[in-house]
């Protein structure tokens, strides 16, 4: 995420903490991930758009909010891109020189 706002000329801070929180609801409610994690986002302060990033990175799945802006299409692109990179690394967890380049 860090390096997708770098690309688009945003605030990687931002991005990068989108990144960490993105799935801050799944452990502790796993049937209802994406439908507690507004309320806990604003409770802690942040504004429209890590709860617009969050949200949708769940697009389709678990909430109808479909990611429109450069942060929130990158978060649901690359939740989905570490999701692939982890089913190869689980496959070939001797060849990792690939992801490095
Ligand atoms: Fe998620």
Not at 13 to 28: C, F, I, K, N, R
Not at 72 to 80: F, G, I, R, T
């Amino acid at each position: 995420m860090r390096r997708m706002a770098h690309h688009f000329h945003q605030d990687e801070d931002l991005w990068g903490v989108a990144g960490l929180l993105h799935d801050l609801d799944y452990q502790e409610y796993p049937e209802e991930h994406c439908q507690h994690v507004e309320s806990m986002l604003r409770e802690a302060g942040y504004g429209d758009a890590m709860v617009g990033a969050i949200l949708s990175h769940g697009y389709g799945l678990c909430t109808e909010v479909k990611p429109q802006t450069d942060m929130e299409k990158s978060l649901y692109a690359v939740d989905e891109l570490t999701g692939l990179i982890t089913a190869v690394v689980l496959m070939r967890p001797s060849n990792l020189s690939w992801i490095l380049r």
